[in-house]
């Protein structure tokens, strides 16, 4: 029972490894060419042309829940509207790039495409809803302060640069340096933040199919009440959108429906408790009743319209996933694995990089 654990955990490991790699490099090429200016004068307004910007502005940035709260209520701060900076609130954490690389990789191409539209879709609607809402005005500070934004979770001391004790480094020069600190951001910082939750979510993955037999998933209620649990277990639970990926194969494989596996991947990643309560102290009661039912809503609904699609569409789901997991030759799994250890263990990559620092030197 162990071995055939650890040989689930490994092939989840293998499989996503490749797309994680090249996602992370992709989410080091947002950073060093997305500012946060212009992404400030783009989320503006409060009607849907201002909550779908903040919408499709945040997914792809390479943000967790607690990294995207400072940087939304700074934007909110700075004169954003309410829609706007929620939509942004929740699309960022919903998706990136790198999320949608191991969405790829470990369910298929059909379900990172319904992930992708449904944050988007998940993120507008509760965006309008919250837009509705009027009572605290925005404080006259620049940004949250760590202890206020994140209570747990993935912040470190200050959330508000969101640096995991990373010592601040100055602003590059030039497209080389800001690629070259874009690149080290995503393998240092971003990594150290997701690495551990994704090592959990394999584990999680590798023990709900070892354990679970498949016929209780097979005979658990796909509908409307299995839906709306998962929506309301997720909404407090924190993981972020790329570690909710290995668990959310995992139940997918082991015969959850498909529209199940959605609202699980929509619902958890967006939020958690530390952004409800600096939503509450920023925007209001009203806003975070809005803010809560506008998830609830979309998530449950997006996962019976889904299920719906796939049944009228005649989709074999898992096999898909299983497929696009065999295009991925043995040995790029094993190196893209390696790759992501050495600069993923701190030990090793502190190594590596005074190993660097001497042939550099000529030592």
């Known amino acids: 029972m ?7 955990i490994l092939g989840l490991a293998l499989a996503a490894a490749p797309w994680l790699l090249l996602g992370l490099m992709a989410a080091g090429a947002v950073k060093a060419w997305v500012p946060e200016a212009l992404m400030r004068r783009w989320v503006g307004g409060d009607g849907f042309a201002g909550v779908a910007r903040g919408a499709v502005i945040g997914a792809p940035l390479p943000l967790c829940s607690c990294g995207a709260i400072p940087t939304g209520i700074t934007l909110y701060r700075g004169g954003a509207g309410r829609g706007p900076t929620t939509a942004f609130m929740i699309g960022t954490p919903g998706i990136g790039v790198d999320s949608l690389a191991v969405s790829y990789a470990l369910l298929g191409p059909f379900m990172m495409l319904a992930r992708a539209l449904g944050a988007v879709v998940t993120a507008i609607a509760t ?18 302060s760590g202890a206020a934004a994140c209570t747990g979770g993935c912040c470190g001391d200050d959330a508000s640069v969101h640096d995991h004790g990373h010592a601040p480094a100055p602003s590059p020069a ?13 393998f240092t910082e971003l990594l150290d933040d997701i690495g551990p939750w994704i090592l959990g979510g394999l584990i999680l993955a590798g023990m709900l199919v ?3 037999p498949d016929a209780w998933w097979a005979g658990l209620e ?16 924190y993981i972020c959108a790329t570690a909710a990926t290995p668990v959310a194969a995992g139940l997918l494989a082991a015969g959850l429906s498909p529209g ?7 619902a958890g990643p967006v939020t958690s408790l530390a952004t409800l309560g600096v939503l509450r102290r920023e925007m209001g009661n009203a806003a975070l009743g809005l803010y809560l039912g506008g998830i609830v809503a979309s998530t449950v609904a997006l996962g019976l319209g889904l299920d719906l699609l796939v049944g009228t569409l005649g989709l074999d789901v898992p096999a898909q996933a299983g497929a696009v997991r065999e295009l ?36």
């Not at 965006?127 to 949250?144: I, M, N, Q, T």
């Not at 796909?222 to 639970?237: E, K, M």
């Open 328 to 363: 991925t030759p043995a040995w790029l799994g094993w190196a893209a694995l390696a790759v992501l250890l050495a600069v993923g263990l701190r030990p090793l990559r502190r190594g590596l990089a005074g190993l660097g620092r001497r042939l550099a030197l000529g030592e």
């Open 260 to 266: 199940a596996v959605l609202v699980f991947l929509l």
């Open 2 to 8: 162990v071995m055939h654990i650890l040989q689930e």
């Open 222 to 237: 796909n509908g409307p009440f299995t839906l709306l649990l998962l929506s309301l277990v997720g909404i407090p639970l």
């Open 127 to 144: 965006g309008l809803l919250v837009g509705f809402s009027r009572g605290v005005a925005p404080a006259a500070v620049d940004a949250p």
């Open 174 to 186: 030039g497209p080389g340096g800001r690629l070259r600190a874009g690149l080290a951001y995503a």
């Open 210 to 212: 070892g354990l679970v």
